[in-house]
């Protein structure tokens, strides 16, 4: 099999920060290449380059054996690059058609049905099936995925870059999806493939490369390695993929939801009627397509969004209308929120500042209405510690730091106090094996502790490796609640997508 693109010495610096240094690596045509590596490995920098974002420091490209210069994202199309980001890049009000030719077509009479004739056959061809007239915003996430790699194919992608593509899709989904990415690796396209799934990456691709702290370490065929093996090259150490809960006796109900409604930011249903109890000591986690109402959920609990109807209860207290206000200042509720950059985090405030957002009015931090900041610096020294956060000091800003220790500020602040309730709504989203695996661990020790907690993740496996129960949430119900232990893959997945298993 001949070489498609091969890296030679790729090199680029920030100042004197060096994300990607001398990076050599071969992608042969036709194949599914996997890239691996933690978070701010320099997996991003590095594709960053392939699509003309950032020119490498040094280093050569060759597609094909020719050496390339790739100056701008234009060039990239015009050297058959495509990348499929994992928040996809669609006009949600116009038709599929008009997101495909956007930005192609300079026509002063553009025949839209002429074109979504042409699309409808280009689809069918490769196996991706799409209304081409539908409106973007009224398609499922795994079409709006479809829609994403026709637009680079249509621009006669040859290359296809695609980071973390099944973050958002069901494992029947997945599969679909992986059948349509063998289909075009076997007429001749060639593709990257960048995901923190170890178990999609050995089913799905041919050769892995790992990227840690901006070198390649290692690149094996998967025939020839297993996750355990990958996710020691990505992290340098051994890292426990499956974690089976321990067998514990739960305590008593903490938080109780009865006949709960609560509506979306457009007044439009989102949970109805939903009851369910979590005991202290317990995980209850809830496996389901984004978009079924896990946010809404999470929100409502949390004092962030309106109880519409039904009842919420905290150790037998009622908090139906409690404001987040209210929840800070009378219970111990911790809330990791599914965007860390977006609601969990201010992101040009340091990391000491981000500690105590929730508690900067209170002692010990504020007295006689003064910040108390020798007391707030080290308050951020001992969680820095405490929670491995990779940063020098408090004064550090968290935007400056990768998205594994962001997160961690989320959970130094958010477990701080021992809370009885924590809700986890995404908690590992976008994080590699080793952050990941510190996240749960974290969370696993405060369950231990006798803390009750919500675990909200489309992660399926993850969902199931960390939980006690498992509850499927379709269209803002619970189709059913599951052992852990008992409950298997095939069987939520279906759950997951609308099915049945009766």
Known sequence: ???????????????????????????????????????????TTLMNILCGLYRPTSGQIYLQENPVTIASPTAAIHQGIGMIHQHFMLVPQLSVTENIILGTEFSLKLNIQQKAAEIAAMAESYGLAVDPLALVEDLPVGAQQRVEILKALYRKARLLILDEPTAVLTPPEIERFFAVLRQLAAGHHTIIFISHKLEEVMSLCDRVTVLQRGKVVATVETADTNPRQLAKLM???????????A??????????????????????PAIQDLSFQIHAGEILGIAGVDGNGQRELADAIAGLRPITQGNLSLNGNTITHWTAQQQIKHLKLGYIPEDRQKMGLIMPFSIARNLILKAFKNLPFCRRWLLQFSIIDSNATDAIQAFDIRATSGKRRVNQLSGGNQQKVVLARELSGQPIVIIAMQPTRGLDVGATDYVQKALLAERDRGAAILYISTELEEVMNISDRVAILYSGRFVDVLDAQTATVEQIGLLMAGGTTH
Request: proline share 1%.
């Open 1 to 43: 099999m001949s070489s498609y693109l091969r890296l030679d010495a790729i090199t680029k610096q920030f100042g004197s920060f060096v994300a990607n240094d001398a990076i050599t690596m071969e992608v042969q045509s036709g194949s599914i290449h996997a890239l691996l590596g933690e978070n701010g490995a320099g997996k």
């Open 247 to 268: 067998t514990q006796t739960v305590g008593a109900i903490v938080l109780a939801a009865d006949s709960l409604q609560v509506q979306d930011d457009r007044g439009l």
């Open 235 to 245: 992290v340098g150490r051994d890292v426990l993929l499956q974690r089976q809960p």
